[in-house]
C-alpha cells in the first residue's frame, strides 16, 4: 500500500506557477512592447519582469507576483510618460490578479 503525498495549497500553487509563469510572462512582455512607451520605460518594465521566477521554488506564489506589482507601480513614479505607464501597469496588474486567482484555485 502506498501512501498519496499531501501537497499544501502554497506547494500546489508553486507547481501551477512554474507551468504556466513563462506563457504569462510572455504576455505581460508583449503588452509592454505593443505600448507607447519610449525604449528607455519599455526596458524598465520588462527588466522588473525578468525577476528570475526561480525565486518562487521554495518561496510564496503571491508575495512575488506582489513584488512584481510593486516594482512595476514604481516604474510609473520614475516615468517621463505617466500616462502610459499608468494604462501598462493596470493592464499587467489585472492579469498578474488574474493569474495570481488561477494558480490559487
Not at 45 to 71: H, Q
Request: no cysteine; charged share 35%.
Amino acid at each position: 500500500m502506498t501512501q498519496e503525498k499531501y501537497f499544501t495549497p502554497e506547494e500546489k500553487a508553486r507547481e501551477r506557477f512554474q507551468e504556466k509563469f513563462e506563457a504569462r510572462l510572455k504576455l505581460w512582455l508583449s503588452i509592454v512592447e505593443e505600448s507607447n512607451l519610449n525604449e528607455k520605460n519599455k526596458s524598465r518594465f520588462k527588466g522588473i519582469m525578468e525577476t528570475p521566477f526561480s525565486a518562487v521554488k521554495y518561496g510564496n506564489v503571491g508575495m512575488f507576483l506582489e513584488r512584481i506589482s510593486e516594482e512595476l507601480y514604481h516604474a510609473i513614479v520614475y516615468s517621463y510618460q505617466t500616462e502610459e505607464a499608468l494604462a501598462v501597469y493596470k493592464n499587467i496588474k489585472a492579469d498578474i490578479e488574474q493569474f495570481e486567482r488561477e494558480i490559487y484555485s
